[in-house]
């Protein structure tokens, strides 16, 4: 028998902490609770736990101190984060110290619910599994990356359906990462040692199709010199992803409904049906519903593939994400041993107001150009590809004597609004990837009269702005 995971509540209000530890031990699991760090700190060298639920806001001690000291001394056991001051920008800076989740007060019980049972669910979960959820880096979940609500629910999604056989139908625009999605799905299941072969329903010819996933026998056509295993058959006990599924001819859709049914396939020339036991994970870009309303997609086959469906933002829909991920490829493509590039604030500025139509793999290969083209370590905007050279530009203006010359500091005031207004206002977020200290920020937008009395007067608390 598992054992029952024990989670330590830390909040300083006896009303939050007492309801919070109710909803725990209602789930099934172990809870207790303190009201400070110093407490919180006596139970983990006393007792085990398992998971920490915690507000940021504490009476002895800052609590991203604190958070840094837990990952510090316990770096795999989860941290989520309770707090009613919950911004993008303490969001981010709290995962990157190693915060696993987070939630805003105040809350409702059943998200708060939702959330303790998926983490509940992943701390059985084997650690060698290569797509396990990143327990010290919570922006991340395999290969996929984000920190908004829109990924979080996403990342939720594939630890709860993962560990069942049903059709999973992946919907989404192009780019999203759908077969990312796939991959975290198969290797988040017990048959995670099984095989995944993914299928491009879209660039294979239908003949291909058919004989690849359906095999065929010796002498069924010309060139077929012995026999040939489908690959529903081959992938026994595994996953196929059937990408781009809208693509499939409607009379392949017609077998593929029968092997679904009938867990067999029959290879191309033969009068004999193989058994299959395989999980099909589809995906598509269109609108099925729409094709099924067209006559150009079965209605059947629609709904036997639909039995659980996960549906993935753009990435203009979650745009908080993007630090994230322009970090992640910045990483991924900056060669060892040489200095790392990164990008200037006007590129930077440009590339957070864009609006990415080609959503995560468009964003990939931006990054990936810029590190490969530009030649010193700070990538401009001439390094970015031509659709963000010319996003947003006007049509060109008459040839004139002179060339139009733009001051620094407007320059500069641009930059900085445009991060803001992407960011939602969070100007702690917005300072560190523009790469100027808070102070500068706010005096900045006092000059652009641009500081909201409010926040003037925090400013002034802190000593910033001044």
């Known amino acids: 028998m598992e054992p029952t995971p024990h989670l330590l509540i830390l909040d300083p209000q006896d009303e939050i902490r007492e309801v919070c530890v109710s909803l725990v031990e209602s789930l ?20 085990p736990c398992d998971l920490i639920l915690m507000d940021i806001r504490l009476p002895d001690m800052n609590g991203m101190e604190l958070l840094q000291r837990l990952k510090q001394n316990w770096p795999r056991m989860p941290v989520l984060i309770l707090t009613a001051y919950a911004s993008v920008g303490s969001a981010v800076e709290a995962m990157k110290l190693g915060a696993s989740d987070y939630i805003t007060k105040p809350f409702d019980l059943d998200e708060l619910r939702l959330l303790l049972q998926s983490w509940g669910r992943r701390l059985h979960l084997a650690p060698e599994n290569p797509l396990h959820p990143n327990l010290t880096n919570p922006g991340s979940f395999g290969s996929l990356i984000g920190v908004s609500p829109q990924m979080q629910a996403v990342f939720r999604l594939i630890v709860k359906v993962a560990q069942n056989r049903y059709p999973v139908l992946l919907l989404g625009e192009s780019g999203t990462g759908k077969e990312l999605v796939a991959r975290a799905l198969h290797y988040q299941s017990a048959f995670r040692d099984r095989p995944f072969i993914p299928v491009d329903c879209g660039a294979l010819a239908p003949t291909l199709i058919e004989s690849e996933l359906f095999g065929y026998v010796k002498g069924a056509f010309t060139g077929a010199q012995r026999n040939h295993s489908g690959l529903l058959e081959v992938a026994r006990g595994g996953t196929v992803f059937l990408d781009e599924i809208g693509d499939l001819p409607l009379d392949l859709q017609a077998k593929l409904l029968r092997a679904i049914q009938e867990r067999e396939v029959r290879p191309l020339g033969s009068n004999r049906s193989v058994a299959i036991d395989v999980r099909l994970v589809a995906a598509t870009n269109r609108d099925l519903q729409a094709a099924v309303a067209a006559g150009a997609f079965r209605k059947d086959l629609f709904f036997r593939l639909n039995v659980i469906n996960i549906k993935l933002p753009p990435l203009r829909e979650r ?143 802190a000593g910033l702005g001044q």
Request: proline share 8%.
């Open 28 to 47: 099934g699991y172990q809870a207790s609770g303190a009201a400070s760090a110093a407490e919180a700190w006596q139970r983990l060298e006393n007792e």
């Open 319 to 461: 745009m908080m994400d993007l630090p994230l991920l322009i970090e992640h490829f910045l990483e991924k493509y900056n060669l060892p041993g040489r200095p790392a590039k990164s990008f200037d604030e006007a590129a930077l500025a440009r590339m957070l107001r864009y609006s990415w139509p080609g959503n995560v793999r468009e964003l990939e290969n931006c990054v990936e150009r810029a590190v490969a083209l530009a030649s010193g370590p700070l990538m401009q905007i001439g390094d970015l590809p031509s659709p963000l050279r010319e996003w947003g530009l006007a049509a060109p203006a008459a040839p004139a004597v002179a060339p139009a010359i733009r001051p620094l500091a407007e320059t500069e005031r641009e930059a900085i609004l445009s991060a803001l207004q992407v960011l939602k206002g969070d100007k702690l977020l917005a300072a560190r990837l523009l790469g100027i200290g808070k102070t500068t920020l706010y005096r900045k937008l006092k000059q652009y009269g641009q500081l909201s009395p409010p926040a003037a007067a925090e400013a002034r608390s």
